[in-house]
C-alpha cells in the first residue's frame, strides 16, 4: 500500500508543477438542430450559450448547422428555440480547452403552438435523462459519457454505472453482471447502432451478457439509452433491460487526441477529419493489464489469478454534400485472457485450492451503415453486420505434485450475419409510425466436456457446429393528441427457424402530462428471447449409445410486463420518479421430472447443469414484482445526487414440486450518489464524489454435507433451493478527480475508488473439506484505480 500511495502522489506532484503562464483559453461550440422524428434540417433554429454574460449565440444556416466561437471554457448551459417546437435546454456540460464541442440537437414539433405557454424538452446531456428513444415513455433513462466516468466505482463501465439506477442489482463486484427487476443478466440484450450484437463484455460469461469490464470505450461512445422493462416494440430478444448504444462521430474540421494512462492499463483515441468539412473518422485503442495492481497487492478477482485484455473501437461517418445520407463504417473487438494457478503457499482445503484454469474471450462487431431522407418527412435506414464471439474455458484439478487433470472443457464460438433495417414516416406534428426488420444468420459451433466423479471418466454433453436462422420485424407508432396526452404502441415478431418457435408480442404506453410538470404513466409489453445457444444442444447418451437431444425443442422464454409510474419535476433540477412494476415469466426451461427446483434463469453462467439439463422442458414460471424510487438532482451549481431504491419480491413455480425464491430475491436495493465539484483559479476543477450501496444479500442453496464430502467438493442439496440469504452487501465507492485547461491541451487526474472501507461481503457458499463445512468466499476489498488523462 505505501508503494502505491507513493506512486499516487509522485504523479501529482510532477504534474501540478508544470506551470505556465497563457492567456484564458476558449473553445467552438458546433452541432447540428434537425427535428427528431423527419430528421429534416431546421433552418434559423436560435442556438446560445445561456450562462454567460452577455449571452454568445447564433442562427442555423441551411443545413442545421450552427457555429458558435471563443466560447470561456467551463461548464456550460445550451438553449435552443425554433418556432413550433419544444424547446431544448442542456446544462453543465463540459467545454474544455482541448477538445470542440459538437451538439446533434433534436426538437420536438409541438401538437399546439400556443402564445400564452412555453413547452420545454430538456436535453439528454445533463438536464435530464429522458431517453432519447421517445417511443419509451417508462422505465428508460439515457445516460452520458460522462455519467459512466463521474459515477464513483464505474471505471467508465455502462453496466457499473447502472448499478446505480432504481432497479438494477450487482451480481458480483469482480463481474459487470446486471439483475435488473430480479431477471438474470441473460435477459439484457446489448445494442450497438441500432443493431442487436453479441456479449461486448472483456471475460465474457459463458452464456450471458455480462463479463469482467466493458470492451466499449468512453471516447468512442454519444447519449446512449438503458431500459428495464416494457420496452418499445422495435426491442426484441430481450426480457430484462436493453442498453442501446450510439457511437459518436469524429470531429470533421480539426484532429483530436486524447491519452490516458493509469493502473489499469493505457488508452489511445483520436479523431479528425478524412475530408476536411466532410467526413471523419473517429479511433480508440486500450491495453490493460490488471498485473500492476496485482503488484501492489490489490486484487479485483484473487491473489492466484492474472489477466489482460486489449480492445479498439471505430467509426467513419461519411456524409453527403447536402447531409441527407449518410454512411457509416464502425466497429468493435476485444481481446482478454485470464490465468488462475492453483494455491501453493498454504495447505489445500478447498477442492479450488488444486485447481487452475485457462480463460480465453475475444469478440467482434463491424456493421457498415446507410441512412437517407427520402423526402420532408421520411427516411430510412440499413445496417449490415456481423457480430461474434469467442470463448474457451479450461479446467484442471492438481495433485500434490502440481500434475493436471482435466476437469471441464469447454469451447465456443457464437456469432451472426445481421441484416437490419427500418422506415421512419412523420404525418404530422401528432403521428409518426417507425417499421423495420432484422434477419439473422446465427453460426455457431460448440463443444462441452467434463469429467464425472460418479462415473470417472470425461464425459462430452454438447457437440454442435452449424447455422440457424433469426428473424425480427416490428411496427411502431407515437399518437400525441395533446401537448399532455402521449400514446406509443406496436407489435414485434420473433421467428426461430432452429426449432420453428415463435412470438407475436403487443406493446403499449400512454403517458399522460396532468401538470406542467408531473406525469402518469401506464406501460404494458410481452417480451420474448431465445434461449441461450448452447442449451438447445446439450444431451446425454444411454448405455445403448443412443443421443438425446430433446432440448432442441426448448420454446422462446417470455415475459409479459406492466409498469405504473409517477414523474415529478421540481424547480432547481430535482426529479422525483416512482415505478410500480409486475412481471409474469413463463416458458422457463426446468426439470420437469416431478422432484426437481431446477430453473433455467437461476444459473450465474454457462447452458446449464452438466448432469440433468439435457432433458428440459419449457414449462417453469416466475413472478417479479416491486417499486422502483428515484430521487434525483441534475448537476446544476456545480452539485448532483441520485438517491435510488427498489422493493421486490422474485419467486419461480414448478409444478407438482413448489413455489421458491429466485437467486435474485435479495427483497430490496439502494445507492446513494453525491458528487460536487469546486471551482478553483485558473480553469482549475476539483470534484468530489461518492457513492452507497446497502442491498439485501442474493439467496443460495445450502450444500448436502454427505455429498459435498465425497468429492470434497460443493453439492447443493437441491430440495432447499435458494433457502438461504447471504448477509446485506454494503459498499463505498469514492472519486476524486481534478481537471485542468490550458490553451491548446487539457489534462485531469481521477482517483476512483472501490469499496473504500475494505467491507468483507459475502461472493459465494464454497466447501471446505478439511473444516468438513461450508464457507463464504468474499468479493472484492478496496480496489483504488488511479488514472492520468491529457487531450489535446
Not at 414516416?425 to 417499421?435: E, G, V
Request: hydrophobic share 35%.
Amino acid at each position: 500500500m505505501k508503494k502505491l500511495f507513493f506512486l499516487i502522489f509522485l504523479i501529482q506532484f510532477c504534474i501540478l508543477n508544470v506551470i505556465c503562464q497563457e492567456d484564458e483559453p476558449t473553445q467552438t461550440i458546433k452541432g447540428f438542430v434537425i427535428d427528431r422524428d423527419s430528421r429534416q434540417p431546421l433552418i434559423g433554429a436560435t442556438v446560445y450559450v445561456s450562462n454567460l454574460e452577455p449571452n454568445m449565440g447564433t442562427t442555423t444556416e441551411v443545413d442545421g448547422s450552427f457555429r458558435i466561437e471563443n466560447v470561456p471554457i467551463g461548464r456550460r448551459d445550451i438553449f435552443c428555440e425554433y418556432i413550433g417546437y419544444q424547446d431544448y435546454f442542456a446544462e453543465g456540460i463540459i467545454l474544455n480547452s482541448a477538445k470542440e464541442l459538437e451538439l446533434n440537437i433534436e426538437l420536438i414539433e409541438r401538437v399546439l403552438v400556443a402564445t400564452d405557454s412555453v413547452a420545454t424538452v430538456y436535453g439528454n446531456s445533463q438536464k435530464t435523462n429522458r431517453p432519447l428513444n421517445d417511443m419509451n415513455l417508462i422505465s428508460s433513462r439515457s445516460f452520458s459519457v460522462e455519467e459512466a466516468q463521474k459515477y464513483p466505482g464505474s471505471i467508465a463501465d455502462p453496466s457499473r454505472m447502472a448499478l446505480g439506477f432504481a432497479g438494477v442489482q450487482m451480481g458480483q463486484d469482480n463481474n459487470n453482471d446486471i439483475v435488473v427487476r430480479s431477471n438474470s443478466s441473460v435477459g439484457v440484450s446489448w445494442r450497438i447502432e441500432g443493431v442487436e450484437i453479441v456479449n461486448p463484455n472483456h471475460f465474457a460469461r459463458r452464456g450471458g451478457s455480462g463479463g469482467g469490464i466493458s470492451a466499449f470505450s468512453g471516447s468512442v461512445l454519444s447519449n446512449s439509452d438503458f431500459s428495464t422493462g416494457a420496452f418499445a416494440p422495435e426491442y426484441g430478444n430481450a426480457f430484462a433491460g436493453v442498453f442501446d448504444m450510439k457511437f459518436r462521430k469524429g470531429n470533421r474540421d480539426k484532429r483530436e487526441y486524447t491519452i490516458k494512462a493509469g493502473l489499469l492499463g493505457l488508452d489511445f483515441s483520436t479523431e479528425g477529419p478524412i475530408k476536411k468539412g466532410k467526413s471523419s473518422y473517429l479511433f480508440n485503442y486500450r491495453y490493460s493489464t490488471l498485473g500492476i495492481l496485482n503488484a501492489f497487492g490489490l486484487h479485483v478477482v484473487d491473489a492466484r489469478t492474472t489477466n489482460n485484455f486489449q480492445d479498439l473501437s471505430f467509426n467513419f461517418y461519411f456524409p453527403s454534400k447536402d447531409n441527407t445520407a449518410i454512411f457509416q463504417v464502425w466497429g468493435i473487438g476485444g481481446l482478454s485472457t485470464e490465468i488462475k494457478e492453483p494455491e501453493k503457499e498454504i495447505e489445500w482445503s478447498l477442492f479450488d485450492h488444486q485447481t487452475r484454469y485457462d480463460f480465453i474471450s475475444n469478440m467482434g462487431t463491424i456493421g457498415i451503415s446507410g441512412s437517407k431522407i427520402l423526402n420532408k418527412n421520411s427516411y430510412i435506414k440499413s445496417t449490415l453486420s456481423v457480430s461474434a464471439n469467442k470463448i474457451e474455458w479450461e479446467r484442471d484439478s492438481v495433485d500434490q505434485n502440481l500434475i493436471a487433470s482435466p476437469i471441464e472443457e469447454e469451447h465456443y464460438i457464437n456469432g451472426r450475419y445481421d441484416l437490419t433495417t427500418f422506415y421512419n414516416k412523420k404525418f404530422n406534428s401528432k403521428l409518426n409510425i417507425k417499421t423495420g426488420i432484422s434477419i439473422k444468420n446465427i453460426f455457431f459451433n460448440l463443444s462441452r466436456s467434463y469429467h464425472s466423479f460418479s462415473q470417472n471418466n470425461f464425459i462430452q454433453d454438447i457437440n454442435a457446429k452449424g447455422n440457424t436462422w433469426q428473424f425480427n420485424s416490428y411496427f411502431q407508432t407515437r399518437y400525441r393528441p395533446t401537448e399532455k396526452l402521449t400514446i406509443t404502441g406496436g407489435l414485434h415478431a420473433l421467428y426461430f427457424t432452429l426449432n420453428n418457435s415463435y412470438s407475436i408480442e403487443p406493446r403499449l404506453g400512454i403517458k399522460y402530462n396532468f401538470m406542467p410538470q408531473s406525469s402518469l404513466t401506464f406501460a404494458y409489453g410481452m417480451h420474448s428471447q431465445i434461449v441461450p445457444i448452447g442449451t438447445y444442444f446439450i444431451h446425454q447418451t444411454d448405455l445403448f449409445g443412443n443421443i438425446n437431444t430433446n432440448n432442441k425443442n426448448l420454446d422462446l422464454l417470455k415475459a409479459q410486463h406492466l409498469v405504473l409510474g409517477f414523474d415529478q419535476s421540481f424547480k432547481k433540477n430535482i426529479h422525483l420518479n416512482i415505478e410500480i412494476y409486475y412481471q409474469h415469466l413463463y416458458d422457463v426451461p426446468i426439470i420437469n421430472n416431478g422432484s426437481s427446483s431446477f430453473w433455467m434463469l437461476n444459473i450465474l453462467e454457462g447452458y446449464g447443469k452438466q448432469f440433468d439439463s439435457a432433458s428440459l422442458q419449457s414449462k417453469g414460471t416466475g413472478k417479479n414484482l416491486g417499486m422502483d424510487i428515484t430521487f434525483e438532482k441534475y448537476l446544476s451549481n456545480n452539485l448532483f445526487f441520485l438517491i435510488s431504491g427498489s422493493l421486490f419480491s422474485s419467486t419461480y413455480k414448478i409444478k407438482n414440486v413448489g413455489t421458491f425464491n429466485t437467486r435474485y430475491d435479495g427483497r430490496f436495493s439502494s445507492s446513494f450518489m453525491m458528487g460536487k465539484e469546486f471551482n478553483l483559479k485558473k480553469n482549475n476543477a476539483l470534484t468530489f464524489s461518492f457513492r452507497n450501496f446497502y442491498n439485501g444479500g442474493l439467496r443460495y442453496t445450502p450444500g448436502d454435507p454427505i455429498a459435498s464430502a465425497e468429492i470434497r467438493d460443493l453439492v447443493e442439496d437441491d430440495s432447499r433451493a435458494f433457502e438461504e440469504k447471504m448477509k446485506n452487501y454494503w459498499r463505498i465507492d469514492i472519486q476524486i478527480a481534478y481537471r485542468k485547461d490550458k490553451p491548446n491541451y487539457a489534462w485531469s487526474l481521477i482517483l476512483d475508488t472501490q469499496n473504500m472501507i475494505n467491507y468483507n461481503n459475502q461472493r459465494e457458499v464454497i466447501y471446505d473439506y478439511n473444516l468438513n463445512d461450508f464457507i463464504f468466499k468474499q468479493q472484492s476489498g478496496f480496489v483504488p484505480v488511479v488514472s492520468f488523462q491529457v487531450d489535446f
